[in-house]
């Protein structure tokens, strides 16, 4: 009740931390609620399916499951057999889906999901999809289409598929997405088979459906059914949930260390304004275990009613969070908001246990209160770092370099996570070490001033002089705004000069041939375009042997397998492997690997070569023969034409690009999600900073107002009380603003080494100017607006 009593008397002590609490918990509510609402669900034309027969998965390199490895026409056979005579299955239909694009007015039609739009007709029995018009196919050069197409029963239409454009007769439409061939046909572009999907009879058991299919199938796959079947996803849809993914990820991390760094930093300043209250606790006979219970107890209450806040206002904010997210066109389509309890609890969890953690080393600091302190108000501020606040500094300092300095060797994936870890390291340390500075810097920027003969400057110097943790926890969230506005706007801006730097001199005085609205090259492309690098990718799978690991031991790993026609690499029966990857895999040259394909049949290949990791090149390269006959629906990447050919694109569907046309193409493919990313992350990091520096500078001159009354009865007037109080905070907002830059440049310049040693090319450290300007002008106008309100409403009242 106590706890209860003070919270509700100290509203205004409290309100800053609530404000803090309520808007990280309400960040954390709305990213958790998108991300569970992001989950994948059973697609549309699976819908009239009871179970689907998968084949067995294989692991990549690190153990993980990855994908399933397709049965062989023999293998696939028997099993179609006796799950069609499962009693309760109408039908047991082989999925088969490949890449299939109409071509109109000589340009592919859009299609996301080309690439897997072709299927056998008896694939479209799943939805199912209703025959509108027409018949079935029946014939090798027939097709039956969506009728949203537009093709009329009995035309013709051109269709692109791996061998290029095909003219086919359009026999019927259904009314759903996809081209429908007859099974021949679709057995040709995919010989293996990766899904039999089980149509029911009416009122069948699902159960005893998938008990008889386990029978059936035995060890040979596994079965799914209901929402189990959401596994199969196309391959366009898991791209963009990976994307929308990694960026509420971003979202949700960088939400979290502000919240722990604001709530926490306010809590110290909120408790530290209490000393003399604490003081007099303790004379009146409080132990300090009371003390620190009754800091915790509060925190709790605040961090309780802020989560309860914050989660409703998060659930409120995912309709805008999610219209954004649609917008950058990272959601799976037809996307809707579902609410759980696991995000409400988790993110009240969180709000909670931030707000107790952060006032744990305020509560033993307060703990440590002598009765005498409730007469001496500003003790603790002259007693400058403490032994601990040193060590915890420097510790924390050393780290963060330690990783700024690891950011110029991290890998290229790794790169962009190390400097941002190195960067809130930093942030940390120059929080924590604040006050080693604040003196030094205030005497420094208010010396011009001293001489002019006015109070104002000598009242503020002697304020940052005298309560240097103060200022320091006033500095923290400009620290943290300035900071990741410098650095994730700095790191767009070196990567965007960089990479395309970079990728424009491996491939100097090549034309490239990209695909132009189709997701690869088909083989007509490559036929244009006979010289010059075109490599045919495909999964594959190797049975490896682990040392030591009875369990795994004959364990099937997934491959990236490249079909090369590049004469050195192009030799039948034998395969090129990098150093890296012939290790994962125990192989060394002259060694004979059996190789199981799409198709699902095993070639046995010899490891001609093991060479030094070559990206370029590729980890496991084959003849580009061997992976066509394998691999019928593979469409080829980017063919890179030397400069003594003629590179072609009069076939439909692909574009010419120079060196830098290319780098610039390749790099903006993913630079406006990028930088979309970036800039989303930092007005988060601003704007829940700039709510913090407001609440905090509101909190200080609070406090403040019995310092204010003095200084009036000593004569000041209301305008010299208000220019004190805009000059304290701008030098706090400056000495802020000054250590977020500080602690950018580390990583920054990590980053632009390592870059630079990637790319092969000289990196500088690049700045945005405007997104620096921008934050600290934020975090400024903020701070001075909060203050002068608080400072003139408090002049009001003592006047009154």
Not at 31 to 37: A, C, G, K, P, Q
Not at 179 to 203: C, H, K, M, N, W
Not at 630 to 649: E, M, N, Q, Y
């Given at each position: 009740m106590l706890i209860l009593a003070n919270v509700r008397e100290r509203w205004s002590g409290f309100l800053g931390a609530f404000v803090a609490v309520l808007v990280g918990v309400a960040l954390i509510t709305t990213?958790?609620?998108?991300?569970?609402?992001?989950?994948?669900?059973?697609?549309?034309?699976?819908?009239?399916?009871?179970?689907?027969?998968?084949?067995?998965?294989?692991?990549?390199?690190?153990?993980?499951?990855e994908d399933r490895m397709p049965w062989s026409k023999a293998e696939a056979e028997p099993i179609v057999s006796g799950l069609a005579k499962i009693p309760g299955v109408a039908d047991a239909v082989v999925d088969r889906s490949f890449y299939a694009q109409a071509i109109k007015g000589g340009k592919p039609v859009a299609d996301e999901g080309a690439l897997e739009s072709g299927h056998g007709y008896s694939s479209a029995l799943m939805a199912p999809y209703e025959l509108v018009s027409g018949r079935a196919p029946a014939a090798a050069d027939e097709v039956v289409v969506d009728r949203s197409l537009g093709a009329a029963v009995g035309s013709g239409l051109t269709v692109n598929i791996t061998r290029g454009r095909e003219r086919f007769e359009v026999v019927?439409?259904?009314?759903?997405?996809?081209?429908?061939?007859?099974?021949?046909?679709?057995?040709?572009?995919?010989?293996?088979?990766?899904?039999?999907?089980?149509?029911?009879?009416?009122?069948?058991?699902?159960?005893?459906?998938?008990?008889?299919?386990?029978?059936?199938?035995?060890?040979?796959?596994?079965?799914?059914?209901?929402?189990?079947?959401?596994?199969?996803?196309?391959?366009?849809?898991?791209?963009?949930?990976?994307?929308?993914?990694?960026?509420i990820s971003a979202m949700a991390i960088l939400g979290l260390f502000t919240t722990v760094f604001v709530v926490a930093s306010m809590l110290v300043l909120s408790t530290g304004m209490r000393r003399r209250e604490i003081g007099l606790l303790r004379t009146i006979g409080a132990s300090p275990k009371q003390v620190r219970h009754m800091i915790l107890g509060e925190a709790a209450v605040v961090g309780l009613a802020g989560s309860i806040a914050g989660c409703v206002a998060g659930v409120v904010a995912t309709p805008l969070l999610l219209s954004i997210l649609e917008g950058l066109d990272v959601t799976p389509p037809g996307m809707e908001v579902a609410v759980a309890p696991w995000p409400l609890l988790t993110a009240s969890a969180i709000g909670i246990g931030v707000s107790v953690i952060g006032a744990w080393t305020a509560g033993r600091k307060a703990a440590k209160v002598a009765p005498i302190e409730a007469l001496l108000d500003?003790?603790?501020?002259?007693?400058?770092?403490?032994?601990?606040?040193?060590?915890?500094?420097?510790?924390?300092?050393?780290?963060?370099?330690?990783?700024?300095?690891?950011?110029?060797?991290?890998?290229?994936?790794?790169?962009?996570?190390?400097?941002?870890?190195?960067?809130?390291?930093?942030?940390?340390?120059?929080?924590?070490?604040?006050?080693?500075?604040?003196?030094?810097?205030?005497?420094?920027?208010?010396?011009?001033?001293?001489?002019?003969?006015?109070?104002?400057?000598?009242?503020?110097?002697?304020?940052?002089?005298?309560?240097?943790?103060?200022t320091a926890s006033l500095a923290a969230p400009v620290i943290a705004a300035v900071g990741f506005a410098v650095l994730l706007s700095g790191m767009v801006e070196t990567m965007r000069v960089a990479y395309p730097a970079g990728e424009a001199l491996k491939v100097a005085g090549q034309t490239i041939v990209t695909p132009d609205g189709t997701p690869g090259n088909?083989?007509?492309?490559?036929?244009?375009?006979?010289?010059?690098?075109?490599?045919?990718?495909?999964?594959?799978?190797?049975?490896?042997?682990?040392?030591?690991?009875?369990?795994?031991?004959?364990?099937?790993?997934v491959l990236d397998v490249?079909?090369?026609?590049?004469?050195?690499?192009?030799?039948?029966?034998?395969?090129?492997?990098?150093?890296?990857?012939?290790?994962?895999?125990?192989?060394?040259?002259?060694?004979?690997?059996?190789?199981?394909?799409?198709?699902?049949?095993?070639?046995?290949?010899?490891?001609?070569?093991?060479?030094?990791?070559d990206p370029a090149r590729g980890d496991f390269v084959v003849a580009?023969?061997?992976?066509?006959?394998?691999?019928?629906?593979?469409?080829?990447?980017?063919?890179?034409?030397?400069?003594?050919?003629?590179?072609?694109?009069?076939?439909?569907?692909?574009?010419?690009?120079?060196?830098?046309?290319?780098?610039?193409?390749?790099?903006?493919?993913?630079?406006?999600?990028?930088?979309s990313l970036a800039m989303m992350l930092i007005v988060i990091a601003v704007g829940y900073s700039v709510i913090a520096v407001a609440n905090s500078m509101a909190m200080a001159a609070h406090g403040r107002r019995r310092d204010f009354g003095v200084m009036k009865s000593a004569g000041g007037t209301v305008r010299q009380l208000l220019f004190t109080s805009a000059g304290e905070t701008t030098l706090v907002i400056v000495i802020g603003a000054a250590l977020g830059v500080l602690v950018t440049l580390p990583p920054l310049a990590g980053?632009?080494?390592?870059?630079?040693?990637?790319?092969?090319?000289?990196?500088?450290?690049?700045?945005?100017?405007?997104?620096?300007?921008?934050?600290?002008?934020?975090?400024?106008?903020?701070?001075?607006?909060?203050?002068?309100?608080?400072?003139?409403?408090?002049?009001?009242?003592?006047?009154?």
């Open positions: 990213t958790l609620v998108i991300y569970d609402s992001a989950k994948a669900g059973v697609q549309p034309r699976y819908e009239g399916t009871a179970v689907l027969a998968l084949p067995k998965q294989a692991v990549d390199a690190d153990g993980s499951p019927g439409t259904v009314d759903g997405p996809g081209y429908y061939f007859s099974e021949e046909f679709a057995a040709r572009q995919q010989p293996g088979v990766g899904t039999i999907a089980l149509i029911p009879d009416e009122d069948a058991d699902t159960g005893a459906i998938v008990t008889a299919t386990k029978k059936v199938l035995g060890g040979s796959g596994t079965v799914v059914s209901g929402d189990g079947r959401a596994e199969l996803q196309p391959s366009y849809i898991e791209h963009k949930r990976f994307l929308g993914v990694q960026l500003s003790r603790s501020a002259n007693e400058g770092m403490g032994r601990g606040r040193w060590i915890a500094g420097l510790s924390v300092l050393g780290l963060g370099v330690l990783t700024a300095i690891g950011t110029a060797t991290s890998s290229a994936d790794d790169r962009i996570n190390t400097a941002i870890f190195a960067t809130m390291t930093l942030i940390v340390a120059a929080a924590l070490l604040a006050p080693v500075f604040v003196g030094s810097v205030g005497r420094f920027l208010t010396a011009p001033f001293q001489g002019g003969g006015k109070a104002a400057p000598v009242l503020i110097r002697a304020e940052l002089v005298a309560n240097p943790r103060r088909t083989d007509e492309v490559v036929a244009a375009n006979p010289v010059g690098k075109a490599a045919l990718p495909t999964r594959a799978f190797v049975e490896t042997k682990k040392a030591g690991d009875a369990e795994n031991a004959r364990a099937s790993t490249l079909g090369s026609r590049d004469p050195q690499w192009n030799k039948p029966g034998e395969a090129v492997l990098g150093a890296k990857k012939a290790g994962e895999l125990g192989l060394k040259q002259g060694q004979e690997v059996p190789v199981r394909f799409a198709d699902g049949a095993t070639v046995t290949l010899r490891v001609a070569r093991v060479l030094p990791d580009r023969d061997l992976v066509r006959a394998h691999d019928p629906a593979a469409l080829t990447d980017d063919i890179f034409v030397p400069g003594g050919a003629k590179a072609s694109d009069e076939v439909p569907g692909v574009a010419l690009h120079d060196a830098a046309e290319y780098a610039l193409a390749d790099y903006n493919t993913d630079a406006e999600l990028t930088e980053m632009a080494a390592g870059l630079s040693e990637a790319t092969s090319s000289e990196v500088g450290l690049h700045l945005n100017s405007g997104a620096i300007v921008i934050a600290v002008i934020g975090t400024l106008v903020a701070a001075v607006l909060a203050g002068l309100a608080v400072t003139s409403k408090t002049l009001k009242r003592q006047t009154a």
